[in-house]
T-cell receptor
């Protein structure tokens, strides 16, 4: 597609359940980022992939959160044993490798609600 | 650590009014500075950027100047339009070759006709 695609756009789950959020970046973009945006806050960095490997996962809040990008394109953010505090909009963004000029292309986000 | 502070909203203006959204930052190095905008129902998109002191970023009539002495990057537009209604985020990147951004909380702008 032309832009970054994220699915689902909305996810409601119960506390303790497992959730997967998918991101399909812009074709040809080798860098992929996950951010989390809580209500009334700006996006917060979670993890960054360069190709298939996680180059920086320092923003993952704890070991319940995990992300993969097995073929260097689509990425999945996985959240185990969800908690109410995980409720937020999860944003995916991609960029060209080595560009480093701050231009990220964002998807519209996946809104996660944990009841 | 690095941080960005921007003026709290919401901001409501009439069409053709002058806009300023203040942004200040704290960083250990010499960051690049950005303004991102989120229009209703859309993803965040880059509005403008500046990579070194005294640089001015500009786009769509918006401007912001990188002021190292005041650690600021205020967003300005001389005459806003209804279509400028959106949420504006100031951000910085302190790592060369990375888009690992630190964002402010965002400022919601509403422009009335």
């Amino acid at each position: 597609g032309a832009g970054v695609s994220q699915t689902p756009s909305n996810k409601v789950t119960e506390k303790g359940k497992y959730v997967e959020l998918r991101c399909d970046p812009i074709s040809g973009h080798t860098a992929l980022y996950w951010y989390r945006q809580s209500l009334g806050q700006g996006p917060e960095f979670l993890i960054y992939f360069q190709g298939t490997g996680a180059a920086d996962d320092s923003g993952l809040p704890n070991d319940r959160f995990f992300a993969v990008r097995p073929e260097g394109s689509v990425s999945t953010l996985k959240i185990q044993r969800t908690e109410r505090g995980d409720s937020a909009v999860y944003l995916c963004a991609s960029s060209l490798i080595g560009q480093g000029d701050g231009e990220l292309f964002f998807g519209e986000g996946s809104r996660l609600t944990v009841l | 650590g690095d941080s960005v502070t921007q003026m709290e909203g919401p901001v409501t203006l009439s069409e053709e009014a002058f806009l300023t959204i203040n942004c200040t930052y704290t960083a250990t190095g010499y960051p690049s500075l950005f303004w991102y905008v989120q229009y209703p129902g859309e993803g965040l998109q880059l509005l403008l950027k500046a990579t070194k002191a005294d640089d001015k970023g500009s786009n769509k009539g918006f401007e912001a100047t990188y002021r190292k002495e005041t650690t600021s990057f205020h967003l300005e537009k001389g005459s806003v339009q209804v279509s400028d209604s959106a949420v504006y985020f100031c951000a910085l990147s302190d790592l060369v070759g990375s888009e690992k951004l630190v964002f402010g909380k965002g400022t919601k702008l509403t422009v009335n006709p």
